[in-house]
């Protein structure tokens, strides 16, 4: 699959290339990543003027009515670029939350300033044990006049150091399992009895272990409805990861077919040695296999058929397991080096194995994806 890109859409991309290749390159990163906060407030601002996280958004709120693929454009630079700014986190999934499930005073009042830069949000739905299952959630929430009190522990909350507002699943009705009774609530990171232990992630970027002692919370969306809201949520998630994991395995070839030509064995460059050569064509097979599945699925994602969440699932196994293979081979191929905090090609192996397990590893979706198959 090829998608041909309309003239908005060449100018959003050309304008993210131009953006990050003049103030986002591998040294620029590394000093953020190894900056106090983690992460660049300059560059979120940036990325806000430019209109980068106004894109996504419908117009009715704000937005400019890029959809799917504005985010999938500007995912795959990220990946390229290895930015770490929390754009996944607060607009794809928590704004597309808020837009989705929100009520209109919510949307008026949160989504605004996500799109002008002055919020950033993170999801707090993993919790130890739930091995990736939306539905299973044992933080409690209890109604207290107009708001709730959360009680629970959420484990590996990306990007929640970082944030302003958290949303927390959690379970007004029901058992651990059950798909009814959870639902979703908006939490100030810095309301009282919340507790956030912070740390870095290997790819460099920040999360936590939250815990919620009679926190208070304000309900979005409809109560006890919050699995389905998170299961689309997971969709666009997955949509934005493989692009960003594309983009990412389109810069190790390119490193690792540019280290060929100029590293040389015996006399020779090692891109003259035929297994290698084999290998390099494996490693461009599986980057081509990846964009089309990725194109296929941002475009599926835009139209909203049916089974969209199973080929959710497919691309997140099948791109995940491309984006393995090109890393190893990446690593592998450049020899010792390919792991030193120098060279790039170790960050991007790191941020690929990050990718990999949000939302579900490869293994996890490909049992998901045979599930859905068989319910069909």
């Known amino acids: 699959m090829d998608i041909q890109f309309t003239e908005e859409q060449e100018l959003l991309r050309s304008s993210v290339q131009r953006l990050l290749r003049d103030k986002y390159d591998f040294d620029a990163r590394r000093k953020i990543v190894a900056s106090e906060e983690g992460f660049s407030r300059k560059q979120w601002a940036e990325f806000a003027e430019l209109g980068l996280l106004a894109a996504p958004f419908s117009e009715d709120v704000g937005g400019l009515g890029g959809g799917r693929l504005s985010t999938m454009i500007i995912m795959q630079e990220f990946g390229r670029h290895l930015v770490v700014e929390p754009f996944v986190e607060t607009v794809v999934v928590a704004g597309g939350l808020i837009e989705q499930a929100g009520s209109d005073t919510q949307k008026q009042a949160y989504i605004a300033d996500i799109i002008a830069g002055a919020k950033l949000w993170a999801l707090a739905w993993t919790e130890k044990g739930s091995r990736f299952d939306l539905a299973t959630v044992t933080t409690t929430a209890r109604r207290d006049g107009n708001d709730y009190v959360l009680t629970g522990e959420k484990t590996a909350v990306l990007a929640a150091p970082w944030a302003d507002y958290l949303i927390v699943s959690a379970r007004t009705s029901g058992h651990r399992h059950d798909r009814v009774g959870v639902s979703l609530f908006v939490v100030d990171r810095r309301a009282a009895n919340l507790d956030l232990q912070s740390f870095r992630t290997i790819d460099g970027r920040k999360a936590a272990e939250v815990s919620l002692r009679g926190v208070r919370g304000e309900l979005l969306g409809k109560e006890g409805e919050g699995v389905a809201a998170l299961e689309a949520c997971r969709d666009r998630a997955i949509g934005a990861l493989c692009a960003e994991a594309v983009g990412a395995i389109g810069e190790l070839n390119a490193a690792t077919l540019e280290y060929s030509k100029t590293r040389k064995q015996f006399g020779v460059t090692i891109g003259s040695f035929q297994v290698l050569q084999h290998r390099m064509v494996d490693m461009f097979i599986a980057h081509q296999e990846a964009l089309s599945l990725m194109q296929h699925f941002s475009l599926s994602l835009g139209r909203d058929e049916a089974g969209v969440s199973r080929l959710a699932s497919g691309a997140k ?55 859905l198959d068989a319910a069909a």
Do not use: C, W
């Open 317 to 371: 196994s099948k791109i995940g397991y491309a984006a393995k293979f090109v890393a190893d081979q990446a690593v592998q191929l450049h020899g010792g080096m390919g792991m030193t905090d120098e060279l790039n090609v170790g960050h991007y192996f790191k941020r690929i194995s990050s990718i990999n397990i949000q939302f579900g590893d490869p293994a996890y979706h490909v049992l998901r994806y045979a599930q």
